[in-house]
């Protein structure tokens, strides 16, 4: 099903063999093999519900019940080390609407680097942070007040703060106008040119995936197919990467029918 | 954790060479600022926690207005009864909400230490009960002729460490609800019980064997029996420090039952 021949020569970030995870009475992902390359921005797409917010939990290591290997930029996803190096941003905003947006960055920037010795890093980083995701005129603003979009640029700000080697952002761009969604996807191809940091990005809307290095399509807790934007257009003869998606999602319904009908006949 | 694979996502690396584990004060103060600021911007709660025993102390002065005595019993145990009801409320829907918000979440992706962050909640509520309870002592002792025989320090020292208990209560059974409505619920459960039985009503010693039993098992007891203790004697009984013993015993015991039920990995 894979290409390992076009993984690149040092270890990749994220490397995954025989992944499977249930939850509650499902078995959300079904053995999953796959690897996520060093310094790229990967995205992960597919239909709701299929399994890409748990996924990334899994590589996180807030998933309970993850079987199979995984490991996360050398170690066992969910190691105590791994938790300065990963950047990670739940699907809905996380953060305190009772702060506001200042200090529910200065609250997790002291989590993650703390010590008054580094208060002026800090400061710097939250202003930093602030301003990339473009809230600096809402900075003093509680977070409960702002509009959808605002609150989850204020969760993305949390994860953009420190210096993390693998950041996981779960659909960040969701519910944002062109030009931030824009100016956002410049922001990760410069974190990932500049600081060589590697992505891990869900998403719904495929005109997004066209700005990934590298696509996992995901359908039903499994991975329909892993490649370059180019490389899949190619392989499905589809001029956009929706059209190579929802190609791929044909054959393989077609392959279920015949695999079940198949199965009727000998029965 | 069914983790079958040896090198899979280790839920609990305690082999690993793990970053520090103890406390981190500098994690842990700034969460409780991030709790106190939190609760800056709610000042009716902060109003309404530190006034109703104020309230509630005033009124009982005029109600046993004949008999000076039974108000210096049950002031002096309500001095005791407070701080252990406002923290176990606050608390249980502080944490809850820090569960159903995604930031516990995010907070134990981060290298956050769980007994950093309940200590970070312990020390916040406790700065709050002090206030609340030098208050309310203050109020009673000075205004409302409440007739304490030893110390009014130790007064304090008791509601402190009911203010701690409560947080511990509060903090263990947020785990066990999934809502609001049901957290509201444990108070009646886990805190009624202890109010019938631990002797405001009546003295333990009159009850109904078994029920005098189950008062001698519930950590309430001891908090009034030591309030009343403060309230006879002019300076620290054996029986006082037992039961300051116990009380704080019990507190560490639930903060660590509680520490428990904080998982890094959920389904
Ligand atoms: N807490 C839970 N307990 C049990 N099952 C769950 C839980 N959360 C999600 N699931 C199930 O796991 C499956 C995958 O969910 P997941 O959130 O990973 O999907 P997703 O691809 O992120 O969807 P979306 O694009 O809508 O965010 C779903 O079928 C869902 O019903
Ligand atoms: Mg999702």
């Known amino acids: 099903m ?16 025989d992944l499977t995870v249930v939850r509650g009475p499902r078995t959300v992902l079904r053995s999953l093999d796959f690897t996520v390359p060093r310094g790229r921005i990967t995205g992960l797409l597919g239909p709701s519900g299929c399994g890409k917010s748990t996924l990334m939990r899994a590589v996180v290591g807030t998933q309970a019940k993850v079987t199979g290997t995984l490991e996360v930029l ?23 609407d ?8 200065h609250y997790f920037a002291a989590i993650l680097d703390p010590g008054r010795a580094a208060a002026d890093r800090r400061h710097e980083n939250v202003t930093r942070a602030i301003a990339d995701v473009d809230l600096t005129t809402h900075a003093d603003a509680l977070a409960g007040t702002l509009s959808g979009g605002q609150r989850s640029r204020v969760s993305l700000a949390v994860a953009l703060l420190g210096t993390p080697e693998l950041l996981v952002l779960d ?31 869900s998403s719904h809307v495929m005109d997004e995936a066209e700005r990934c290095h590298r696509l996992l399509l995901m359908r039903a807790g499994e991975i329909l197919a892993d490649g370059t934007p180019d490389a899949l257009r190619t392989r499905t003869g589809t001029g956009t990467v929706e059209d190579a998606f929802l190609h791929l999602v044909d054959e393989a319904t077609a392959a279920g029918r015949t695999q079940e009908t198949a199965k009727e006949t000998t029965r | 954790m069914s983790t079958t694979h040896p090198t899979t996502a280790a839920p609990t690396a305690t082999a690993a060479p793990a970053p520090p584990r103890a406390l981190n004060l500098s994690r842990t103060t700034a969460t409780a600022a991030r709790v106190l600021r939190q609760l800056r911007h709610d000042p009716r709660t902060i109003a309404l926690m530190v006034l109703i025993p104020c309230v509630m102390l005033l009124l009982l002065r005029y109600v046993f207005d004949g008999s000076a005595r ?10 005791g009864i407070f701080p252990l009801i406002t923290m176990f409320l606050v608390t249980s829907i502080a944490t809850l909400r820090e569960r159903t918000s995604g930031t516990l979440e995010r907070l134990l992706a981060m290298p956050l230490g769980k007994g950093d962050l309940i200590a970070g909640y312990a020390l916040a509520f406790g700065a709050l009960a002090i206030v609340q309870s030098v208050l309310a002592t203050g109020l009673a002792v000075w205004f409302l002729g409440l007739d304490v025989t030893g110390s009014p320090w130790l007064l304090l020292l008791v509601a402190l460490l009911d203010a701690l208990l409560g947080t511990a209560l509060g903090l263990f ?13 444990f108070m009646p459960a886990v805190i009624f019980p202890q109010l019938l039985l631990c002797g405001l009503f009546t003295p333990r010693p009159n009850m109904h064997p078994v029920l005098e039993a189950i008062s001698d098992a519930l950590p309430m007891s001891y908090a009034v029996d030591g309030m009343n203790e403060v309230l006879r004697h002019t300076d620290m009984t054996a029986a006082f420090v037992r039961d300051v013993l116990i009380v704080a015993g019990c507190a560490l015991l639930v903060l660590t039952l509680g520490a428990a039920t904080l998982k890094r990995r959920t389904p």
Do not use: C, K
């Open chain 1, 74 to 96: 050398g170690s066992p996803a969910g190691h105590p080390t791994l938790r300065t190096r990963i950047g990670y941003v739940t699907q809905a905003p996380s953060v305190y």
């Open chain 2, 70 to 79: 039974v108000f210096d019993t049950i002031g002096a145990s309500l001095l």
């Open chain 1, 171 to 201: 659909e960040p761009t969701v519910g944002l106008d062109p030009v931030l969604r824009r100016d956002l996807w410049q922001l990760f191809h410069t974190i990932a040119a500049e600081r060589g940091a590697t992505l891990l990005v």
């Open chain 1, 98 to 105: 009772d702060l506001t947006v200042r200090q529910n960055l």
């Open chain 2, 173 to 185: 059974v947020s785990a066990f609800a999934a809502s609001e409505f049901q957290a509201v619920q």
């Open chain 1, 2 to 17: 894979m290409n390992y021949s076009s993984r690149p020569p040092e270890e990749p970030a994220v490397h995954a063999q």
